[in-house]
């Protein structure tokens, strides 16, 4: 390995001190800049649209339903249950309703009731309304936020909270 000196240093005749450059390695001339590095910046595109708002974000409190222990004997009862979730501007529930059954009440149940009785909303500017949907598969259960609508109309008169037995549509 060859030893690199130090870089001359030169006094111009207006009293400057200047630093010489380098010497000239092996395959360069000396006096000769090097050729400079040139990096490719990477485009990105601005993204077309953000993608619509899930309303996971407007949840202060919950969890997916436990897995209900009517429904756990022998083989697994399984189904997913989309939930129409109307709240108001102050942050408080106004109504949880099936929107679409799993195909039992159990499931159905346990999805609505847990929303209505577990989960806490965030305020907003107006009235809102979250379709959340909750597969039950194996004995556990999962949520998949689907869409937030701002400024919802109030849901129609029936079940309020999520208080009563059974599916029905919204």
Known sequence: MAKVKPPAVLTSPAGKVEVAPPPAQKGEVAGQEKPKEVRQEQV?????????????GMILLGRPPTYPKSA????????????AIWVKAEGELSAVRVARSS????????????????????????????????????????????????????????????????????
């Open 103 to 170: 195909g039992d009440v159990r499931l159905d149940d346990a999805a609505r009731l847990t929303v209505a009785n577990e989960w806490r909303f965030k305020p907003a500017k107006q009235d809102y309304r979250i379709l959340v949907s909750v597969e039950f598969r194996g004995g556990k259960s999962y949520l998949r936020f689907e869409g937030l609508e701002m400024g919802s109309a109030p849901p129609p008169p029936g079940e309020e909270k999520g208080e009563a037995k059974g599916g029905s549509t919204p």
């Open 72 to 83: 756990q004997g022998g083989a697994w009862v399984e189904g997913v249950v989309q939930l």
């Open 44 to 56: 990105t595109q601005a993204p077309s649209a953000a993608p619509p708002p899930s309303g996971e």
